[in-house]
């Protein structure tokens, strides 16, 4: 419950920034571990990388623990991105896919809602953030978007996007 100061490297920065924060947790996604904290100044609930904080003291300064369960707050985050709105996602997977999707969720709000000798359709629960976007998208030809539809037009345009880059 004590306050600290760190110096963080974001990747969107060229340089680092000082924040003084009210750690509360820890959390893993992608093989990579976060802080999850209160930040003192912008008075919001904020993650930081552990691997991009340059220094870290613990100042003299304790705080009273917030009510905040870190497990609640991700519950429908594919990894640490919240910053959408959790939606009902649809994903049509061709019958080879489904079987590793299947045995290997995505989310634990995966459902079957349609199986057909082709194709397995299934729904989540999620935030659609860009860290899903590019799990989306790594099985390219292997999943159709069903819903939302702005999802689906978001992954076409970086299809587009990245099939221009090979022109």
Known sequence: NMEIIIKHQSYWKELPEIRKLQPIAIKESSNRWYLICFDTVKKDF????????????????????????????????????????????????????AQYIKSLPLHHSQNIIFETANSCRFEYFMHPTNDFIMEIMKYGENVIIEEPTSLRETVKSKIVTMLNLYQ
């Open 46 to 97: 904020r993650n930081f990388g552990l691997d991009r904080i340059q220094t870290l003291e613990i100042t003299n300064l304790k705080f009273k623990p917030v009510d905040y369960n870190a497990t609640t707050y991700y519950q429908h985050a594919f990894g640490i991105e919240t910053y959408e709105p959790a939606t009902k996602i649809v994903l049509n997977f061709n019958s080879f896919q």
